[in-house]
């Protein structure tokens, strides 16, 4: 098996590297079409849309090196949940709980979470959720049900708002200390995604060199991680300056209401919730449902095989990195739709997923782990298409909030099938429940979209009959 995993690695990084390279030439010849026909020209340096400002450039190496730190942490942690407590030989339904416990504190405190980057100075806050999750990350060093729990709890929670912070300082400093036009904006957004990907693939990497390859403990790449969270914090405190957004005057309440208000009347936001909500309800569970799904597929007492929980997660990634490419390049360069994107994506993790729930043990092991492989694909798909078509759809003033509002329905009903199915009793039986679940979420958004059919030109006229009605 290390051969088919080994392999597909090598091979999708490669692919990887080349996306890259198709997205950028597509890039370059769609602009130059555009400055064909309104007559301009490319600057000397043949650059596309990369500002030049040596000023620019050094503010964004400094936001790049803390947020950068901080995302190779986050990523450090992502693939070893699962491992550690099961070296700490809890039962599936104890892990279950740990995971869930997580994910919905994370959602019961989104609410107050969002608007904290608003109500306290941002690097503060930034600094102070670093070393909550870094204190987080640590807690897993410890066989205490109760310390791991707390660690979900802690590290879900600090990891979210520390983002968001980082983000609202950047913004802040770009348009307000700086003065930098707001287009430039999106250019380092576009950075930040790109090594998001990359960042991800390399502490997949780095998990399986500390835990397979030296064989330290699962928790190991978690010690790791704290590491750079401090070293984020540190670079931080040093080179950050302190903002502060709209202050304690934002009420969160007031918030959830307009937020509310606004997918009870408006039909396409309400769509798009339902569709968002059921795609990124199957994510959650998929997300904790792989590495169990795949040891008990592939480990062996026999042959004393041990899934390499890192290449695997590293050639997830990799498969995800292709998927938002390919999705750019038809959106951008072949003048395929956001909603035609969205379509192809939730048909393929569809047909995945349905593939997911009839496995049995007997089944071909490399059929199950190039169905997981094209699901990351299409998540990879699903996520820059839905990012734009939020952009068109939702006001950006609530779209934070929408966000919490749709995550309540179907992932309330996500975790309660994690603790009731994931069980240590017939093992492949409830996690066959549970994709099957997840393929019938999956079809509903299909069908929400086919009903939709969320057309770039009508979604822009009515963004356009909204603005008229809000000048009225």
Request: aromatic share 14%; with cysteine; hydrophobic share 45%.
């Amino acid at each position: 098996m290390d051969f088919l995993i080994q392999g597909t690695l090598f091979i999708l990084a490669v692919a990887c590297v080349g996306f890259e390279f198709l997205y950028r030439a597509v890039t370059k010849r769609v602009v130059q079409q555009v400055n064909a026909d309104n007559n301009l020209k490319l600057p000397e340096n043949g650059a596309v849309g990369v500002p030049t400002n040596p000023q620019f450039t050094s503010f964004q190496y400094t936001y790049f090196i803390v947020y950068f730190c901080f995302l190779v942490a986050d990523w450090l942690n992502a693939p070893y949940h699962y491992k550690i407590y099961s070296e700490y030989h809890y039962m599936r339904d104890q892990i279950a709980v740990i995971y869930v416990a997580g994910y919905v504190s994370s959602i019961m405190f989104a609410p107050i979470n969002i608007t904290l980057p608003d109500r306290f100075g941002r690097k503060s806050l930034c600094c102070a959720c670093g070393l909550i999750y870094a204190a987080g990350s640590l807690m897993k060093c410890f066989n205490s049900y109760l310390a791991l729990l707390l660690s979900r709890i802690i590290s879900s929670n600090a990891s979210s708002v520390l983002f968001a912070a980082c983000e609202s300082w950047y913004v802040h400093e770009h348009l307000e200390s700086y003065d930098f036009p707001s287009e430039w904006i999106n250019h380092t957004l576009q950075q930040t995604a790109t090594w998001n990907g990359w960042l991800s693939f390399l502490s997949g990497i780095l998990g399986f060199f500390l835990v397979e390859g030296l064989g330290f403990h699962a928790y190991s790449p978690s010690v790791l991680s704290a590491g750079f969270l401090i070293i984020g914090v540190v670079i931080a405190q040093l080179k950050w300056r302190d903002n502060r957004g709209a202050g304690p005057k934002i009420k969160t309440k007031k918030l959830m209401i307009e937020g509310l208000k606004q997918i009870v009347k408006t039909p396409n936001v309400a769509r798009l919730g339902l569709i968002q909500a059921c795609v990124e309800g199957v994510t959650y569970v998929f997300i904790f449902l792989w590495t169990p799904t795949l040891t008990l597929l592939f480990q062996s007492s026999e042959t004393n095989y041990e899934l390499p929980i890192g290449q695997v997660f590293a050639t997830f990634m990799a498969a995800m990195m292709i998927g938002s490419k390919l999705s750019k390049i038809l959106t951008r360069g072949y003048n395929k739709t956001n909603w035609e994107m969205l379509l192809f994506a939730t048909v393929i993790g569809s047909a995945c997923l349905y593939w997911l729930g009839a496995h049995t043990s007997s089944a071909s092991k490399t059929t199950t782990y190039f169905a997981f492989i094209f699901f990351e694909l299409a998540c990879g798909a699903y996520f820059p298409a839905m990012n734009n078509l939020r952009s068109k759809i939702i006001p950006q003033k609530e779209a934070a909030i929408i966000s919490v509002w749709v995550r309540f329905p179907m992932n309330a009903i996500a975790t309660a099938a994690l603790i009731y199915l994931h069980t240590e009793q017939d093992k492949l039986v409830g996690d066959a429940t549970l994709y099957k679940i997840c393929a019938v979420a999956m079809t509903i958004a299909v069908i929400g979209l086919v009903l939709s059919n969320f057309k770039e030109r009508e979604v822009d006229e009515e963004a356009e009959k909204e603005g008229e009605d809000n000048v009225l």
